[in-house]
């Protein structure tokens, strides 16, 4: 790791004035920018650690509305009661991250402001029509994610929390990686009030992306056998040492079956 | 057997330490003064190195030192080795191409060391290191063996012509050429045996450290063998003469074989320290194991396997290329020859073998003896033949393999072995059962109704461990000899050290080399310390690898504590006044057979030393060493059968069971023994299914960290049935065969077998990952 | 530089190291507790997990200066002064080690596997939840067996209080 400087904010007003040093980065769980700073893939000048913030922690259900604070950790989402009757899916894909140990520390904010193209939860808010919430704006996630490891924010701008309805039906099947344990191809399939979504992570090129071809067919009928005969392009998918386009394309369809069959159980 | 002797489940002395925090690896010694090296690497996989500029580096915070090859070469350190002659056919020896510790004027794959760092902390030894500027010209680089030895590919040693170190062969072509013409059928495969990286979990470590004063180097270094890495470090590389040079494996995180060679780093630590004053630890980050650790495996055979019209094996004629990646690693010429081609008529009655192996230089890691070390890939290519020949021949695996076992011992083979005991049918009796192999047939209609592939496979290994006896080594080439020490010191207390040239990095000798002395004299075993691991304690000693700690340096203990007891006993008969020929000890007491006399075992440990009153002219003390040269090899066989269910959406891979019936002679300790086959059987899935080294074509590895490179976990394993049959090994006193590698060996073609059997195909590569399933059965459905 | 002061193993330490600096290696430089290893670079492999403020977390993936103020369990303070604690002592009766090197990480995180399962383990989910924890030697077999059988004996151990309690 190159030398850093650490900064432990106290509010998130504190957070984006020490984002003003030199070439800065916020610090939540760290799970992936830790990593990549200890490889010197990643070479902050500055660290602004939020994830002791108060402010930015925790779960509220109101209804079938759902808030996540940015520090929440994956454990803390996988373990909660409410979040796990008003969404269960999105629980039961927290639990699918990393390890026990990675989830104790890595953060929904995290994770969406890296936007890696395996990760887990760009799928899910994708699939949720979620809101980005920020310390300066609110972003639909259908704008927020805008390819491998980009996002719609801007310098300075601070993920407080991420919300969204609760769909009436909801699943996540991940294949994952079998040496990294990211998605390999992650699909996340909801139907609420305004239709069926369901948003692909870990195949696209350009990172997580909506499939056409799946709504379309679950559109017709939210039903595993409505995508029984599916043809997913490969076309636009990565192509790597584990998994050619191909084989991806095949595990959307799969995956995507099975976590509609997941959610109508 | 006691509680505490041979044959007993006991719990390991030495876990202690190591649940508790206590453990101490080469990581955690710490010298006063000590600082940090980082080494700069070749990121080319094949380049000239026109220009090393350091001059930046050195005036970076902290650094003590930047050294070059060349200063190296200066001062006569010498280039790295390899311990083993072959000769090609042809009579000439091999082209062994010239190793720098750090290399002067070429690199040869990615990775290769070319300059230290030593800094006062490995944060800033890491920032000078990227300091450093090296100017390389790029050379065309090859990672496949089968294409380096094409004319037009990049020559990578001056020393040898097409990268071919040697072309060899063994067994009788003529007859084996016959054989297949006259035969009525002939099995033709082409074998591909994936290449591997160990993966200790401990990464390897060096810690140099110069004594001006003495004029004195200690190395504190993660090794297999002490004691050959101090003998090469003095003989070959004039670090030092073996006088002035202790070298010190303390607890050694897993070897697997990658521990056993003696790598650049611990050589030019050791230089580093005298150049600059300073002691130099060295501590290798995991991509830079996966860099630079002896890889395993890498083979490419052909081979064709005739039978007679009663599926009796007639022949076996087998060619392979063997990568040997850019250097020739300590013993990487003995893998795919006599501990390879040795083993090819398995368990079968075999009247004629021929196997040609050519090995070749690639611009890859070094690739030496992974757990197992050519047996696994003698195995892999047998069992996957013999499987295809069943299916091709319309008979049962079983059935072919029991009509070709081998049944009477002693047995010669075509290939050097002489098998000693065994009964293979035994080992194959109890898979079967243990699998339920009759109920298959129905469970794969269950699977069926679920839509899944289930398939069923076996594997009949054999394997030759404790490779002995030296002379006979010696005459093939073999640079060391390969015996064990061993030196039984009784305390006049009546405890015991026993100092081994065996090394323990997980294999538990702290407890099953107790449980020997415990089973001797009755002493309990936490009475008893086994010492090992450093040159100034233990005398010279050839380590641990090939299976050969039980077999081998048990056999040293046991010919030691034989004198020990001869001693003891007139000592003690002398003092009961009893004839030498009536005393027995039995649970810590030194008896006269038939009377009430006795003495406890510390009184006349005590009596030894106090030497009041021993017998006439004897000398006091009781302390006896013993050599142990093994009349042969010893020869572990089993059988394995594995089970798995395929999901044909994805391409998964389920194991539902997985079966080991061993041979393993004489046990010591079952407990260790089962934990050795696990361990075994986890990496032999995981080379199966799982683990692959992978070079792009280029040179570099993409599968440098543990994102890429899947290393099997919990949840990719089942439980294990295994279970043992023995036939004690009349070639050693004790009748162990060894039991480190049986698991590695045994299992990659009983996966693939049955995975194969699922799908319907003849092959599968390995590892069989879930793309590679899927991929073959959506190109069985085209 | 960043002033550390964490809670170790029941002590209070404290210490002045470069803001670079992970904990793992305030652990072994700085206190001298090298039962916590490392043996990767990616945060997969597991041999660094301690427990942070009750959660079993990988060291080498959090600074020192990140932990300062928290409360941290590493192996050495796991056992109750010769008393091993039941994972410890379960990993010895089953064999559930053999080089040792993930040893310290495999019984930390089990200790905290257990603590999330009060209801008991399963063969499957003690498999699962060892996704963060490698190991070479063993094969798992006999870590699950450990687990499973640590698990057991501590909610025998729990029942067995709560019945005192009662």
Same mark, same amino acid.
């Given at each position: 790791?190159?030398?850093?400087?650490?900064?432990?904010?106290?509010?998130?007003?504190?957070?984006?004035?020490?984002?003003?040093?030199?070439?800065?980065?916020?610090?939540?769980?760290?799970?992936?920018?830790?990593?990549?700073?200890?490889?010197?893939?990643?070479?902050?000048?500055?660290?602004?650690?939020?994830?002791?913030?108060?402010?930015?922690?925790?779960?509220?259900?109101?209804?079938?509305?759902?808030?996540?604070?940015?520090?929440?950790?994956?454990?803390?989402?996988?373990?909660?009661?409410?979040?796990?009757?008003?969404?269960?899916?999105?629980?039961?894909?927290?639990?699918?991250?990393?390890?026990?140990?990675?989830?104790?520390?890595?953060?929904?904010?995290?994770?969406?402001?890296?936007?890696?193209?395996?990760?887990?939860?760009?799928?899910?808010?994708?699939?949720?029509?979620?809101?980005?919430?920020?310390?300066?704006?609110?972003?639909?996630?259908?704008?927020?994610?805008?390819?491998?490891?980009?996002?719609?924010?801007?310098?300075?701008?601070?993920?407080?929390?991420?919300?969204?309805?609760?769909?009436?039906?909801?699943?996540?099947?991940?294949?994952?990686?079998?040496?990294?344990?990211?998605?390999?191809?992650?699909?996340?399939?909801?139907?609420?009030?305004?239709?069926?979504?369901?948003?692909?992570?870990?195949?696209?090129?350009?990172?997580?992306?909506?499939?056409?071809?799946?709504?379309?067919?679950?559109?017709?009928?939210?039903?595993?056998?409505?995508?029984?005969?599916?043809?997913?392009?490969?076309?636009?998918?990565?192509?790597?040492?584990?998994?050619?386009?191909?084989?991806?394309?095949?595990?959307?369809?799969?995956?995507?079956?099975?976590?509609?069959?997941?959610?109508?159980? | 057997?006691?509680?505490?002797?041979?044959?007993?489940?006991?719990?390991?002395?030495?876990?202690?330490?190591?649940?508790?925090?206590?453990? *101490? !690896? $080469?990581? =955690?010694? &710490? %010298?006063?003064?000590?600082?940090?090296?980082?080494?700069?690497?070749?990121?080319? /996989?094949? #380049?000239?190195?026109?220009?090393?500029?350091?001059?930046?580096?050195?005036?970076?915070?902290?650094?003590?030192?930047?050294?070059?090859?060349?200063?190296?070469?200066?001062?006569?350190?010498?280039?790295?080795?390899?311990?083993?002659?072959?000769?090609?056919?042809?009579?000439?020896?091999?082209?062994?191409?010239?190793?720098?510790?750090?290399?002067?004027?070429?690199? *040869? !794959? $990615?990775? =290769?060391? &070319? %300059?230290?760092?030593?800094?006062?902390?490995?944060?800033?030894?890491?920032?000078? /290191?990227? #300091?450093?500027?090296?100017?390389?010209?790029?050379?065309?680089?090859?990672?496949?063996?089968?294409?380096?030895?094409?004319?037009?590919?990049?020559?990578?040693?001056?020393?040898?012509?097409?990268?071919?170190?040697?072309?060899?062969?063994?067994?009788?072509?003529?007859?084996?050429?016959?054989?297949?013409?006259?035969?009525?059928?002939?099995?033709?495969?082409?074998?591909?045996?994936?290449?591997?990286?160990?993966?200790?979990?401990?990464?390897?470590?060096?810690?140099?450290?110069?004594?001006? /004063?003495?004029?004195?180097?200690?190395?504190?270094?993660?090794?297999?063998?002490?004691?050959?890495?101090?003998?090469?470090?003095?003989?070959?590389?004039?670090?030092?003469?073996?006088?002035?040079?202790?070298?010190?494996?303390?607890?050694?995180?897993?070897?697997?074989?990658?521990?056993?060679?003696?790598?650049?780093?611990?050589?030019?630590?050791?230089?580093?320290?005298?150049?600059?004053?300073?002691?130099?630890?060295?501590?290798?980050?995991?991509?830079?194991?996966?860099?630079?650790?002896?890889?395993?495996?890498?083979?490419?055979?052909?081979?064709?396997?005739?039978?007679?019209?009663?599926?009796?094996?007639?022949?076996?004629?087998?060619?392979?290329?063997?990568?040997?990646?850019?250097?020739?690693?300590?013993?990487?010429?003995?893998?795919?020859?006599?501990?390879?081609?040795?083993?090819?008529?398995?368990?079968?009655?075999?009247?004629?073998?021929?196997?040609?192996?050519?090995?070749?230089?690639?611009?890859?890691?070094?690739?030496?003896?992974?757990?197992?070390?050519?047996?696994?890939?003698?195995?892999?290519?047998?069992?996957?033949?013999?499987?295809?020949?069943?299916?091709?021949?319309?008979?049962?695996?079983?059935?072919?393999?029991?009509?070709?076992?081998?049944?009477?011992?002693?047995?010669?083979?075509?290939?050097?072995?002489?098998?000693?005991?065994?009964?293979?049918?035994?080992?194959?009796?109890?898979?079967?059962?243990?699998?339920?192999?009759?109920?298959?047939?129905?469970?794969?209609?269950?699977?069926?109704?679920?839509?899944?592939?289930?398939?069923?496979?076996?594997?009949?290994?054999?394997?030759?461990?404790?490779?002995?006896?030296?002379?006979?080594?010696?005459?093939?080439?073999?640079?060391?000899?390969?015996?064990?020490?061993?030196?039984?010191?009784?305390?006049?207390?009546?405890?015991?050290?026993?100092?081994?040239?065996?090394?323990?990095?997980?294999?538990?000798?702290?407890?099953?080399?107790?449980?020997?002395?415990?089973?001797?004299?009755?002493?309990?075993?936490?009475?008893?310390?086994?010492?090992?691991?450093?040159?100034?304690?233990?005398?010279?000693?050839?380590?641990?690898?090939?299976?050969?700690?039980?077999?081998?340096?048990?056999?040293?203990?046991?010919?030691?504590?034989?004198?020990?007891?001869?001693?003891?006993?007139?000592?003690?008969?002398?003092?009961?006044?009893?004839?030498?020929?009536?005393?027995?000890?039995?649970?810590?007491?030194?008896?006269?057979?038939?009377?009430?006399?006795?003495?406890?075992?510390?009184?006349?440990?005590?009596?030894?030393?106090?030497?009041?009153?021993?017998?006439?002219?004897?000398?006091?003390?009781?302390?006896?060493?013993?050599?142990?040269?093994?009349?042969?090899?010893?020869?572990?066989?089993?059988?394995?059968?594995?089970?798995?269910?395929?999901?044909?959406?994805?391409?998964?891979?389920?194991?539902?069971?997985?079966?080991?019936?061993?041979?393993?002679?004489?046990?010591?300790?079952?407990?260790?023994?089962?934990?050795?086959?696990?361990?075994?059987?986890?990496?032999?899935?995981?080379?199966?299914?799982?683990?692959?080294?992978?070079?792009?074509?280029?040179?570099?590895?993409?599968?440098?960290?543990?994102?890429?490179?899947?290393?099997?976990?919990?949840?990719?394993?089942?439980?294990?049935?295994?279970?043992?049959?023995?036939?004690?090994?009349?070639?050693?006193?004790?009748?162990?065969?060894?039991?480190?590698?049986?698991?590695?060996?045994?299992?990659?073609?009983?996966?693939?077998?049955?995975?194969?059997?699922?799908?319907?195909?003849?092959?599968?590569?390995?590892?069989?990952?879930?793309?590679?399933?899927?991929?073959?059965?959506?190109?069985?459905?085209? | 530089?960043?002033?550390?002061?964490?809670?170790?193993?029941?002590?209070?330490?404290?210490?002045?190291?470069?803001?670079?600096?992970?904990?793992?290696?305030?652990?072994?430089?700085?206190?001298?507790?090298?039962?916590?290893?490392?043996?990767?670079?990616?945060?997969?492999?597991?041999?660094?997990?301690?427990?942070?403020?009750?959660?079993?977390?990988?060291?080498?993936?959090?600074?020192?200066?990140?932990?300062?103020?928290?409360?941290?369990?590493?192996?050495?303070?796991?056992?109750?002064?010769?008393?091993?604690?039941?994972?410890?002592?379960?990993?010895?009766?089953?064999?559930?080690?053999?080089?040792?090197?993930?040893?310290?990480?495999?019984?930390?995180?089990?200790?905290?596997?257990?603590?999330?399962?009060?209801?008991?383990?399963?063969?499957?989910?003690?498999?699962?939840?060892?996704?963060?924890?490698?190991?070479?030697?063993?094969?798992?077999?006999?870590?699950?067996?450990?687990?499973?059988?640590?698990?057991?004996?501590?909610?025998?151990?729990?029942?067995?209080?709560?019945?005192?309690?009662?």
């Amino acid at each position: 790791m190159y030398s850093v400087n650490y900064h432990r904010a106290v509010s998130v007003a504190d957070a984006a004035k020490l984002l003003k040093n030199g070439d800065a980065k916020l610090l939540s769980g760290g799970m992936t920018l830790i990593p990549a700073m200890k490889t010197r893939l990643a070479a902050p000048s500055d660290l602004v650690d939020v994830s002791r913030l108060k402010d930015l922690q925790g779960i509220k259900v109101s209804g079938k509305t759902v808030t996540i604070g940015a520090a929440t950790t994956h454990y803390d989402v996988s373990a909660d009661d409410k979040l796990r009757k008003a969404c269960p899916a999105l629980a039961h894909m927290a639990s699918l991250i990393g390890d026990p140990a990675v989830r104790y520390k890595g953060t929904i904010g995290g994770s969406i402001a890296n936007n890696d193209p395996a990760a887990d939860y760009p799928a899910a808010l994708l699939a949720l029509g979620a809101t980005i919430i920020t310390n300066k704006r609110e972003i639909a996630a259908d704008k927020f994610f805008k390819g491998l490891f980009e996002t719609a924010l801007k310098e300075g701008e601070i993920i407080t929390a991420v919300s969204f309805t609760a769909p009436a039906k909801a699943a996540y099947e991940k294949f994952r990686n079998p040496a990294s344990r990211y998605a390999i191809v992650g699909v996340f399939v909801t139907k609420g009030k305004d239709g069926v979504r369901a948003a692909v992570t870990g195949a696209g090129e350009d990172g997580v992306f909506r499939s056409r071809e799946i709504e379309a067919a679950l559109a017709k009928a939210f039903d595993a056998s409505a995508l029984g005969g599916i043809k997913v392009p490969a076309k636009g998918l990565m192509s790597d040492i584990h998994a050619s386009a191909d084989y991806r394309a095949n595990l959307i369809a799969v995956m995507a079956k099975r976590a509609v069959a997941a959610a109508n159980a | 057997m006691g509680i505490e002797g041979v044959g007993a489940r006991v719990a390991r002395k030495e876990d202690k330490r190591f649940i508790t925090g206590g453990g *101490r !690896y $080469v990581d =955690d010694m &710490v %010298v006063p003064g000590m600082k940090h090296a980082v080494f700069v690497r070749s990121p080319h /996989a094949h #380049a000239q190195i026109k220009k090393i500029d350091v001059k930046k580096a050195q005036a970076m915070p902290g650094v003590i030192g930047v050294l070059t090859g060349k200063e190296l070469k200066a001062d006569g350190i010498g280039n790295l080795i390899c311990g083993w002659m072959i000769h090609s056919k042809d009579g000439s020896p091999m082209k062994m191409g010239a190793w720098s510790p750090l290399a002067v004027d070429k690199v *040869r !794959y $990615v990775g =290769d060391a &070319v %300059v230290i760092v030593v800094a006062d902390t490995k944060g800033q030894a890491r920032d000078a /290191a990227e #300091a450093v500027e090296i100017t390389y010209k790029e050379l065309k680089a090859v990672v496949d063996a089968t294409k380096a030895i094409q004319a037009g590919a990049p020559q990578i040693h001056a020393e040898s012509d097409n990268n071919l170190i040697f072309d060899w062969e063994i067994g009788d072509g003529k007859a084996t050429d016959a054989a297949i013409k006259s035969a009525a059928h002939v099995t033709r495969m082409k074998i591909v045996n994936n290449r591997l990286v160990p993966n200790a979990m401990e990464p390897r470590a060096a810690l140099g450290h110069y004594d001006k /004063a003495e004029d004195h180097y200690t190395c504190w270094t993660t090794s297999q063998n002490p004691h050959v890495a101090r003998l090469v470090m003095s003989a070959f590389y004039n670090v030092a003469p073996e006088n002035k040079l202790r070298v010190i494996a303390p607890d050694v995180g897993g070897g697997f074989g990658s521990k056993i060679y003696i790598y650049p780093e611990e050589i030019v630590c050791l230089w580093a320290s005298k150049k600059t004053g300073v002691p130099v630890k060295w501590v290798a980050d995991r991509t830079e194991s996966f860099l630079s650790d002896a890889h395993g495996r890498d083979h490419v055979s052909t081979v064709e396997m005739a039978f007679d019209k009663d599926n009796r094996i007639t022949g076996l004629k087998v060619d392979t290329i063997a990568n040997l990646g850019a250097y020739m690693s300590l013993f990487s010429s003995c893998v795919p020859t006599y501990l390879y081609a040795t083993l090819l008529s398995g368990q079968y009655n075999i009247p004629a073998i021929h196997a040609n192996v050519r090995t070749v230089y690639t611009n890859t890691a070094p690739v030496d003896a992974y757990r197992g070390a050519g047996r696994p890939e003698a195995t892999y290519l047998l069992e996957r033949t013999m499987e295809t020949a069943a299916r091709e021949l319309g008979v049962s695996p079983a059935e072919l393999r029991r009509r070709n076992f081998i049944t009477s011992f002693p047995h010669q083979t075509p290939v050097i072995m002489n098998y000693d005991a065994g009964d293979y049918n035994a080992s194959l009796d109890a898979a079967m059962k243990a699998s339920d192999y009759a109920g298959f047939t129905r469970r794969k209609a269950d699977a069926a109704k679920r839509g899944k592939l289930r398939g069923i496979g076996m594997s009949c290994y054999i394997e030759a461990c404790g490779i002995a006896p030296s002379a006979a080594v010696g005459s093939l080439g073999a640079g060391v000899g390969l015996w064990e020490s061993a030196e039984v010191r009784v305390n006049a207390v009546g405890t015991i050290e026993v100092l081994t040239g065996s090394h323990s990095h997980g294999q538990g000798h702290e407890t099953t080399f107790a449980q020997l002395v415990n089973q001797r004299f009755g002493v309990p075993i936490d009475s008893v310390s086994i010492v090992h691991g450093d040159t100034d304690k233990v005398q010279m000693g050839m380590g641990t690898y090939g299976s050969r700690s039980g077999a081998v340096g048990m056999s040293a203990i046991a010919k030691a504590l034989d004198k020990v007891e001869a001693k003891a006993k007139k000592i003690a008969a002398h003092l009961l006044e009893a004839d030498e020929g009536d005393i027995v000890i039995e649970n810590g007491e030194v008896k006269v057979a038939g009377t009430d006399k006795s003495l406890p075992w510390f009184q006349v440990a005590l009596a030894a030393y106090t030497a009041h009153n021993l017998p006439a002219g004897m000398e006091p003390g009781l302390k006896e060493t013993a050599f142990y040269d093994p009349a042969n090899f010893t020869f572990p066989a089993g059988c394995y059968i594995s089970e798995v269910e395929i999901d044909p959406e994805t391409g998964v891979t389920d194991i539902i069971q997985f079966v080991a019936a061993d041979d393993f002679g004489n046990i010591i300790n079952p407990m260790i023994v089962e934990g050795q086959v696990h361990g075994g059987i986890a990496q032999g899935i995981g080379q199966a299914l799982l683990e692959g080294a992978h070079y792009d074509g280029s040179g570099q590895l993409l599968t440098a960290s543990y994102m890429d490179y899947t290393m099997p976990r919990a949840g990719d394993l089942p439980s294990f049935k295994v279970s043992t049959s023995n036939t004690p090994c009349p070639s050693n006193p004790l009748g162990i065969k060894g039991c480190g590698e049986a698991g590695a060996i045994g299992s990659p073609p009983a996966i693939i077998n049955a995975i194969t059997d699922a799908l319907g195909v003849v092959d599968i590569a390995m590892p069989a990952s879930p793309s590679t399933v899927w991929s073959a059965i959506r190109a069985k459905k085209h | 530089m960043s002033d550390v002061s964490l809670t170790v193993n029941g002590k209070r330490v404290s210490g002045s190291v470069e803001d670079r600096t992970l904990l793992v290696h305030f652990l072994r430089e700085n206190l001298g507790l090298t039962g916590t290893h490392v043996g990767c670079d990616t945060s997969q492999c597991g041999t660094c997990v301690v427990h942070v403020d009750g959660r079993a977390v990988k060291s080498c993936t959090m600074l020192a200066a990140q932990a300062s103020g928290s409360t941290i369990v590493t192996i050495e303070g796991l056992a109750n002064g010769a008393e091993l604690h039941p994972v410890q002592a379960a990993f010895k009766e089953h064999h559930g080690l053999q080089c040792g090197f993930c040893t310290p990480g495999m019984i930390m995180a089990a200790t905290d596997m257990i603590a999330r399962h009060p209801q008991g383990l399963d063969e499957a989910t003690v498999r699962a939840e060892l996704d963060g924890n490698i190991c070479r030697c063993t094969g798992y077999h006999n870590i699950v067996k450990a687990i499973l059988a640590a698990s057991q004996a501590m909610s025998k151990g729990a029942k067995g209080k709560a019945k005192q309690a009662a």
